[in-house]
């Protein structure tokens, strides 16, 4: 399947610091994509330039299969990290305003615009001045915002922020619609649970640069079967056992990384001398697990 976005090398500085570091992914068609990251490793920059708000100072962006150009962004929906609303506009008066720039007659962004807000559960706050709203509700009208116009790409910095675990599900399926109708999904984030769930690929930037690309299964795949997830009553006395390179304890349940070569099954053994085990599992490492040891190995 074709690309929607590659970014071939980008570069971008700001004075003397370097944003962005030749930069260069490809996202398929119909995916859903995950950009990743500490805070200030590049991502929002990238985004960025994918859709020209800056431009890189070397490399090329491409949108679906051309070099880009302004043209393309109609068929691009964005959601950005910071709040990008009008105040004291009221709900539906900004949405269909928002729906009108893409190029929808008015008619079409109201029926659109109420539309989205039954389905999102803003329909009670369409009359209310955006000022009025909650963080979590403004989330909302912004994603709406990024999907009035029926975009092909939806590039979306840290979609969850703000809302609370009903209202983030809530947006989870939207996604998971828009992918089952073919549209393609970038979305940088913080909450690793969420691209578990959702995302085919990922890319990990540090300090500008690309540390780790791919299938997210094959990425998974590549760090081995070296977790556990224990439950037990009793003290398993993990504390000094040179199987474990670390664990953490939540009392009655752990989860414990083995160290390279270690036999899962030895690990067993003693910690049945010393406590009950009522669940023991062997798995891949959780995405957080991988963040924070790739990262911790760049820095």
């Not at 029926?150 to 599900?169: C, K, S, T």
């Not at 989870?172 to 691209?195: A, C, P």
């Not at 083995?258 to 910690?271: H, I, V």
């Amino acid at each position: 399947m074709a690309n929607a976005v590659e970014l071939r090398r980008i570069h971008k500085t700001f004075d003397h610091f370097t944003a962005v570091d030749h930069l260069s992914l490809n996202i398929r068609a119909g995916s859903v994509y995950g950009l990743l990251g500490p805070n200030g490793a590049g991502k929002t920059s990238s985004i960025r330039m994918m859709i020209g708000i800056t431009m890189p100072d070397d490399g090329e962006v491409w949108l679906f299969g051309e070099r880009f150009h302004r043209e393309q962004l109609q068929r691009v929906g964005y959601l950005p990290e910071e709040r990008g609303l009008y105040k004291r506009m009221k709900v539906l008066d900004h949405l269909i305003f928002l729906g009108r720039l893409h190029g929808l007659p008015e008619h079409e962004s109201r029926k659109r615009s109420l539309a989205w807000c039954e389905r999102l559960q803003l329909n009670e706050w369409t009359h209310q001045k955006v000022e009025e709203l909650s963080k979590g509700m403004q989330q909302k009208v912004q994603f709406i915002a990024a999907l009035l116009h029926d975009p092909d790409l939806v590039i979306m910095d840290e979609p969850f922020a703000g809302l609370d675990p009903g209202n983030a599900v809530m947006l989870k399926d939207v996604l998971l619609e828009l992918k089952k109708d073919g549209k393609t999904i970038l979305f940088s984030t913080h909450r690793m649970d969420q691209v578990e769930r959702l995302c085919d690929a990922i890319c990990l930037i540090d300090h500008g640069r690309s540390i780790l690309e791919g299938d997210l299964k094959k990425v998974k795949a590549s760090y081995g079967k070296n977790h556990v997830q224990m439950q037990y009553e009793g003290d398993p006395q993990l504390d000094g056992n040179d199987l474990v390179e670390s664990f953490n304890n939540y009392g009655n349940y752990v989860e414990v990384r083995l160290k390279p070569g270690a036999d899962a099954q030895q690990l067993l053994r003693r910690t049945a001398d010393h406590a009950r085990i009522t669940r023991f599992e062997l798995l891949e490492p959780s995405l957080e697990e991988i963040f924070i040891d790739v990262v911790g190995k760049n820095a």
